[in-house]
C-alpha cells in the first residue's frame, strides 16, 4: 500500500502540469477563435457599409442630374471605383476567413 501511494503521490504534480498545460491550450484556442470572430466581423461590417456607398455612387452615375447630388459625376466616378476595388479585396479576405474557419471546424 505504501508504494502505490509513492507512486500516486509521485504522479500529483505531473498530472497537475498536464492539466495546467491543456488550460492554457484551450485558453490559446478560445483567443485565437475571438481573435477570428472579431476580424470577420469587422471585415463584414466594412463590406457593408462599401456596399451601400457603392449603390449611392452608382444612383448618382445614373441620375447626374437630381438637385441633391453634390458630387460630380468625375468625382462619383473615382470613388466609385476606389470603392469597388476595396470591396473586391475585402471579399477576397473575407473568403480566406471563411474557408479558414471552416477548415477549423471540420
Given at each position: 500500500m505504501a508504494d502505490e501511494r509513492t507512486v500516486v503521490a509521485g504522479s500529483g504534480p505531473k498530472v497537475r502540469e498536464q492539466k495546467r498545460?491543456?488550460?492554457e491550450s484551450r485558453q490559446s484556442r478560445f483567443r485565437a477563435k475571438q481573435e477570428f470572430e472579431r476580424n470577420l466581423f469587422t471585415i463584414e461590417q466594412r463590406i457593408q457599409e462599401l456596399e451601400v456607398r457603392q449603390k449611392e455612387?452608382?444612383?448618382v452615375?445614373?441620375?447626374p442630374d437630381r438637385s441633391?447630388?453634390?458630387?460630380?459625376?468625375a468625382e462619383a466616378s473615382r470613388e466609385l471605383t476606389s470603392v469597388t476595388q476595396e470591396l473586391?479585396?475585402?471579399s477576397v479576405?473575407?473568403?480566406r476567413l471563411v474557408d479558414i474557419g471552416?477548415?477549423?471546424v471540420a
Amino acid at each position: 500500500m505504501a508504494d502505490e501511494r509513492t507512486v500516486v503521490a509521485g504522479s500529483g504534480p505531473k498530472v497537475r502540469e498536464q492539466k495546467r498545460l491543456e488550460a492554457e491550450s484551450r485558453q490559446s484556442r478560445f483567443r485565437a477563435k475571438q481573435e477570428f470572430e472579431r476580424n470577420l466581423f469587422t471585415i463584414e461590417q466594412r463590406i457593408q457599409e462599401l456596399e451601400v456607398r457603392q449603390k449611392e455612387l452608382t444612383s448618382v452615375l445614373e441620375e447626374p442630374d437630381r438637385s441633391e447630388n453634390t458630387l460630380r459625376p468625375a468625382e462619383a466616378s473615382r470613388e466609385l471605383t476606389s470603392v469597388t476595388q476595396e470591396l473586391e479585396a475585402l471579399s477576397v479576405q473575407w473568403e480566406r476567413l471563411v474557408d479558414i474557419g471552416q477548415d477549423n471546424v471540420a
